[in-house]
């Protein structure tokens, strides 16, 4: 086992997630930007999207998102972000996903 945050929390004590399956796992964030703040990661240590070269991973983090979605009841209604690298703004180095949904308006139609 590496010393990523990340992959400790997917791979580890299930009650820490919301979602699993073999390959991807989701769990809320310890700093929620939003009544609905999820991050969905591969279980398998990626660094970000540059760093993801297999299709198939890369087909099941999307199957991943819709998945999560549906089962917290947001489907049609969340927004997606991928901070990638550090000059994007990205702090911890395994790919994530961040789902946030809830608010009554999108902070992006104030941009
Ligand atoms: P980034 O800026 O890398 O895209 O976002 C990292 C996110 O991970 C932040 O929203 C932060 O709140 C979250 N985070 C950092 N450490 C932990 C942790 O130990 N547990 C959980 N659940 N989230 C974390
Ligand atoms: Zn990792």
């Given at each position: 086992m590496n010393d990523c945050l990340?992959?400790?929390?997917?791979?580890?004590e299930?009650?820490?997630l919301v979602w699993h399956n073999d390959v991807a796992a989701a769990f809320n964030d310890i700093h929620p930007k939003s009544p609905v703040h999820v991050l969905i990661v591969p279980k398998r240590h990626v660094v970000n999207l540059d760093d993801l070269?297999?299709?198939?991973?890369?087909?099941?983090?999307?199957?991943?998102?819709?998945t999560v979605a549906d089962q917290l009841?947001?489907?049609?209604?969340?927004?997606?972000?991928?901070n990638n690298g550090k000059a994007a703004g990205q702090i911890v180095g395994h790919l994530h996903f961040h789902l946030r949904a809830g608010e009554s308006k999108s902070p992006i139609d104030s941009l």
């Open positions: 990340f992959c400790s929390i997917a791979n580890g299930k009650t820490n070269d297999d299709p198939e991973l890369a087909a099941d983090m999307i199957m991943a998102i819709r009841g947001v489907t049609g209604a969340y927004r997606l972000q991928v």
